[in-house]
């Protein structure tokens, strides 16, 4: 009996470490993760999957600091359709849609189980607002087609997209300027039960090499201010826009179909 026990025991632990929470403050700059929406403790909650740690943890928004290195700094091509991101030849510090080694590959799932078994057809996702010294934009690439922008700093908030239930979706993410931005995340859903869901929650991500630590020290309830202007040595280093395109992924042995998202802007 104790044998059974302690196997069992141990089978449980294996299903669940993949999954644990952590509430030790991170900084990430490399590797995959994932922002999305899931039951603790019965509660919706949005979290952050962090695959860079084996085995995998959820952990709350308020522990990461999303760092995008000055590895990542490139310079707006002169192609026409990516004049949304600005000035041709003016610098943007992107995370491509496709993984790119030695930068961080941020994504947004709506795949945990529970989610999956108790949640409707759609996730709605919110953008509520960006504080920061620069602008941002979150935009897909495909294999045909202009770029598709989802959120947009220099627009008007609160601005939404849908995210379908049990997909897992990478995209391009874009800012202007070094230093530390607060995005302003709200994940809603309707339980099939009809009952409403709703969390949010602030995503910081620190632009840059400098001290990227200093923004777990940035307010989430006052404005951001502007950091000290951080010098950049050498120049953006020519980046393969290739990077940025990209349909279906694979991750984890899964193939994840990038689904189509539609974005509401309110005035």
Do not use: C
């Not at 995370?95 to 945990?112: E, S």
């Not at 070094?178 to 991500?205: C, F, Q, S």
């Not at 989430?220 to 395109?245: I, K, N, Y």
């Amino acid at each position: 009996m104790i044998r059974r026990l302690a196997a069992l025991t141990f089978a449980v632990l294996v299903l669940v470490a993949p999954f644990a929470a952590a509430d030790t403050p991170k900084v990430i700059a490399d590797g995959h993760i994932d922002m999305g929406p899931r039951f603790v403790d019965g509660k919706w909650t949005v979290q952050i999957r962090d695959d860079t740690v084996s085995p995998t943890v959820w952990r709350d928004l308020s522990d990461v600091v999303v760092q995008v290195p000055d590895a990542a700094k490139t310079q707006i091509p002169s192609d026409a359709v990516y004049g949304f991101l600005g000035v041709a030849g003016s610098p943007v510090w992107l995370l491509p849609q496709v993984q790119r080694p030695g930068v961080v590959w941020p994504g947004w799932n709506t795949q945990d189980p529970e989610v999956v078994a108790k949640v409707g057809r759609e996730v709605a996702w919110r953008l509520g607002g960006v504080r920061g010294p620069g602008t941002f934009v979150l935009f897909l690439s495909g294999n045909f087609g202009a770029p598709q922008v989802i959120f947009d700093s220099s627009k008007p908030y609160p601005q939404e997209t849908g995210i379908e239930a049990n997909t897992h979706v990478h995209g391009n993410w874009a800012f202007s300027a070094p230093g530390t931005y607060l995005l302003d995340i709200e994940m809603t859903g309707t339980a099939i039960d009809g009952k409403a869901l709703a969390d949010r929650r602030t995503l910081r991500v620190h632009v840059g090499d400098d001290r990227p630590e200093q923004a777990f020290d940035v307010s989430t309830s006052a404005p951001a201010s502007p950091p000290t202007p951080v010098a950049v040595s050498g120049e953006a280093q020519p980046f393969p826009w290739a990077w940025v395109g990209g349909g279906a992924v694979v991750v984890l042995g899964v193939v994840v179909v990038v689904v189509a998202l539609r974005r509401r802007t309110r005035g």
